[in-house]
Nanobody, 117 residues
Framework: QVQLVESGGGLVQPGGSLGLSCVAS????????MAWYRQAPGKQRELVAQ???????NYADSAKGRFTISRDNTRNAVYLQMNSLKPEDTAVYYC???????????WGQGTQVTVSS
């Protein structure tokens, strides 16, 4: 399995910004499909944003226009820049990797994002 280590969560006021980072182990990071998911209390885990090997992206409707996913293959890293945050963005955010190989898929440990005044 691939190891994923997230960082960057915290408390932010509504309308504020926050950036998340996720660093992956392994030597074939450029081949991985990477994504960010989130899970709010009492709700199912949901896809927030995905970035593919060709750098194409897709977003949940709730994230479009506010969140940006990016990757740096030289650092084995994927990022999520979140702007114009709302209280409903409060959740644990998880980094996800699909290696499309025998290594399978992996999840990070999660990082808490709280949007509150």
């Amino acid at each position: 399995q691939v190891q994923l280590v997230e960082s960057g969560g915290g408390l932010v006021q509504p309308g504020g910004s926050l950036g998340l980072s996720c660093v992956a182990s392994g030597s074939n990071f450029s081949r991985y499909v990477m994504a960010w998911y989130r899970q709010a209390p009492g709700k199912q885990r949901e896809l927030v944003a995905q970035i593919n090997r060709d750098f194409s992206t897709n977003y949940a409707d709730s994230a479009k226009g506010r969140f940006t996913i990016s990757r740096d293959n030289t650092r084995n890293a994927v990022y999520l820049q979140m702007n114009s945050l709302k209280p409903e963005d409060t959740a644990v955010y998880y980094c996800y990797a699909n290696t499309a190989s025998y290594l399978g898929t992996s999840w990070g440990q999660g990082t808490q994002v709280t949007v509150s005044s």
